[in-house]
């Protein structure tokens, strides 16, 4: 495994300008065209390179060039696009009867676009001068992040987040809308880190804004529900299992108390949206509010606090909620800003959407051989698989006992082993994947091998 280090480039800064200067906005029916993927790829590279320089402690030029051009509503209004054309129009074409294309991979870029732009999100979002060069497009933002949030919510209450399993016998189309459903969960995470670090830079936002996370979503009883439910814990055969980097991990008894990083980035939320002053007076401490606030206290235990000292001044603050209320939110009359992205995407295209299903079966979702053979190509430098593996910024875990690993799986490259022992014990879960990972690296061979 290769360890980061200024060697691994994906862009040098120069490129890294020139892309960002090319991302522009498209509309529903552009996506899947020629010009389209290859801002795909533009984002894909920006992404790769946007992770190396933070896990790295580098020169983070991808994030500083963004801001600097104005490209963050841009980066915006894309994944806002492609999460209405996965509401819309994907569930159209998947019912299409006369739909059953060769090789799924167009229609797999689209669905994973949006996880590459969240995941760029997640990455620059952290820094405030990012926050505020998104000028009005974070309360799209702030209402992208609710609606995946209380989505992962409601999934996690039901009880159906990880449903999605995989099934050799299912047709094309029938995966992946398996895999599009797999990838909403991560897509939530991505949101969830995202809203964390907003509220980390409330200070900074409108006032617009903060009526939008306060009042209008009222995100505080959403990250209760999700304290509540926890989506990324689980119980399989009665092993506790988190979701961490990526995977369900097996939690050792010794280590089951200790906070991940999504249980910090959640925490954190609710520490800024509660105990920060400019939202303090904003928010209303009504009795619905209080309860579902209060429900909190239960949670806070010292092994909690003991990891995130902060969290003693929220139970402080919830103490003294419990016997007394707050002042009534000051009803400030403001010219309160509206999110414009997603309703405008909805309008334009109201009634149209399984006449923009069929142009795009026919002109971006069934590509002939030679633009077939010219994509594989281009995916193949873009995935490259070095350039990856220097994303990680630690060793792989085995797929079947979590501890450090460093035998991959030598059929599909794509699961990681301690020991052989492992291996074997692993094979009966792994081999229906393992099989699918290569029957797709064989076609995307033969599509490379197509002649033009």
Same mark, same amino acid.
């Given at each position: 495994?290769?360890?980061?280090?200024?060697?691994?480039?994906?862009?040098?800064?120069?490129?890294?300008?020139?892309?960002?200067?090319?991302?522009?906005?498209?509309?529903?029916?552009?996506?899947?065209?020629? @010009?389209?993927?290859?801002?795909?790829?533009?984002?894909?590279?920006?992404? %790769?390179?946007?992770?190396?320089?933070?896990?790295?402690?580098?020169?983070?030029?991808?994030?500083?060039?963004?801001?600097?051009?104005?490209?963050?509503?841009?980066?915006?209004?894309?994944?806002?696009?492609?999460?209405? +054309?996965?509401?819309?129009?994907?569930?159209?074409?998947?019912?299409?009867?006369?739909?059953?294309?060769?090789?799924?991979?167009?229609?797999?870029?689209?669905?994973?676009?949006?996880?590459?732009? =969240?995941?760029?999100?997640?990455?620059? %979002?952290?820094? @405030?001068?990012?926050?505020?060069?998104?000028?009005?497009?974070?309360?799209?933002?702030?209402?992208?992040?609710?609606?995946?949030?209380?989505?992962?919510?409601?999934?996690?209450?039901?009880?159906?987040?990880?449903?999605?399993?995989?099934?050799?016998?299912?047709?094309?189309?029938?995966?992946?809308?398996?895999?599009?459903?797999?990838?909403?969960?991560?897509?939530?995470?991505?949101?969830? $880190?995202?809203?964390?670090?907003?509220?980390?830079?409330?200070?900074?936002?409108?006032?617009?804004?903060?009526?939008?996370?306060?009042?209008?979503?009222?995100?505080?009883?959403?990250?209760?529900?999700?304290?509540?439910?926890?989506?990324?814990? @689980?119980?399989?055969?009665?092993?506790?299992?988190?979701?961490?980097?990526?995977?369900?991990?097996?939690?050792?008894?010794?280590?089951?108390?200790? %906070?991940?990083?999504?249980?910090?980035?959640? +925490?954190?939320?609710?520490?800024?949206?509660?105990?920060?002053?400019?939202?303090? @007076?904003?928010?209303?401490?009504?009795?619905?509010?209080? $309860?579902?606030?209060?429900?909190?206290?239960?949670?806070?235990?010292?092994?909690?606090?003991?990891?995130?000292?902060?969290?003693?001044?929220?139970?402080?603050?919830? =103490?003294?909620?419990?016997?007394?209320?707050?002042?009534?939110?000051?009803?400030?009359?403001?010219?309160?800003?509206?999110?414009?992205? +997603?309703?405008?995407?909805?309008?334009?295209?109201?009634?149209?959407?399984?006449?923009?299903?069929?142009?795009?079966?026919?002109?971006?979702?069934?590509?002939?051989?030679?633009?077939?053979?010219?994509?594989?190509?281009?995916?193949?430098?873009?995935?490259?698989?070095?350039?990856?593996?220097?994303?990680?910024?630690?060793?792989?875990?085995?797929? $079947?006992?979590?501890?450090?690993?460093?035998?991959?799986?030598?059929?599909?490259?794509?699961?990681?082993?301690?020991?052989?022992?492992?291996?074997?014990?692993?094979?009966?879960?792994?081999?229906?994947?393992?099989?699918?990972?290569?029957?797709?690296?064989?076609?995307?061979?033969?599509?490379?091998?197509?002649?033009?």
């Amino acid at each position: 495994m290769m360890e980061t280090s200024s060697f691994h480039q994906v862009l040098f800064p120069g490129e890294a300008e020139g892309y960002i200067q090319n991302l522009e906005i498209f509309s529903l029916k552009d996506i899947g065209c020629p @010009r389209w993927f290859k801002q795909h790829e533009y984002i894909e590279k920006l992404n %790769m390179q946007a992770i190396l320089n933070a896990t790295g402690s580098q020169d983070e030029f991808v994030k500083e060039l963004l801001v600097s051009l104005g490209k963050i509503p841009t980066l915006i209004h894309e994944m806002i696009l492609v999460e209405a +054309w996965k509401v819309k129009i994907f569930p159209i074409l998947c019912q299409l009867q006369d739909f059953n294309p060769e090789n799924t991979f167009p229609l797999y870029m689209v669905i994973h676009h949006e996880a590459t732009i =969240s995941n760029l999100l997640e990455t620059v %979002m952290y820094h @405030r001068e990012s926050c505020e060069a998104a000028e009005d497009s974070v309360l799209d933002l702030v209402d992208y992040c609710h609606r995946k949030l209380t989505l992962m919510a409601g999934h996690s209450e039901s009880g159906d987040q990880d449903s999605h399993s995989v099934d050799v016998n299912s047709s094309s189309i029938q995966e992946l809308q398996k895999q599009s459903a797999a990838l909403e969960f991560e897509i939530s995470l991505k949101a969830l $880190s995202v809203l964390r670090y907003i509220t980390d830079h409330t200070d900074s936002v409108s006032l617009s804004v903060l009526t939008r996370l306060l009042c209008t979503h009222n995100l505080p009883c959403v990250l209760v529900q999700l304290v509540e439910h926890c989506p990324w814990s @689980r119980f399989s055969k009665g092993q506790l299992e988190k979701y961490i980097d990526g995977k369900w991990h097996q939690i050792p008894r010794e280590d089951q108390v200790k %906070m991940t990083k999504l249980d910090g980035q959640v +925490w954190i939320a609710l520490l800024n949206l509660l105990l920060k002053p400019e939202c303090q @007076r904003k928010y209303d401490f009504n009795s619905f509010n209080k $309860s579902q606030l209060l429900k909190l206290q239960a949670f806070l235990t010292e092994v909690l606090i003991d990891q995130l000292p902060n969290l003693g001044e929220l139970q402080r603050f919830l =103490s003294h909620l419990a016997v007394m209320d707050p002042a009534p939110p000051k009803k400030d009359l403001i010219l309160e800003q509206i999110p414009e992205m +997603w309703n405008n995407i909805m309008k334009e295209n109201s009634g149209k959407w399984k006449a923009l299903a069929k142009y795009q079966v026919k002109h971006a979702f069934n590509p002939s051989k030679s633009d077939l053979r010219q994509q594989a190509q281009r995916l193949a430098l873009t995935y490259n698989l070095d350039v990856i593996e220097s994303l990680i910024p630690e060793k792989p875990k085995c797929g $079947s006992c979590g501890s450090e690993a460093s035998k991959r799986c030598s059929r599909c490259q794509g699961e990681w082993y301690c020991r052989r022992e492992c291996q074997v014990k692993h094979w009966p879960k792994h081999k229906k994947a393992c099989q699918l990972m290569v029957d797709a690296t064989e076609k995307l061979q033969s599509d490379l091998n197509i002649e033009a």
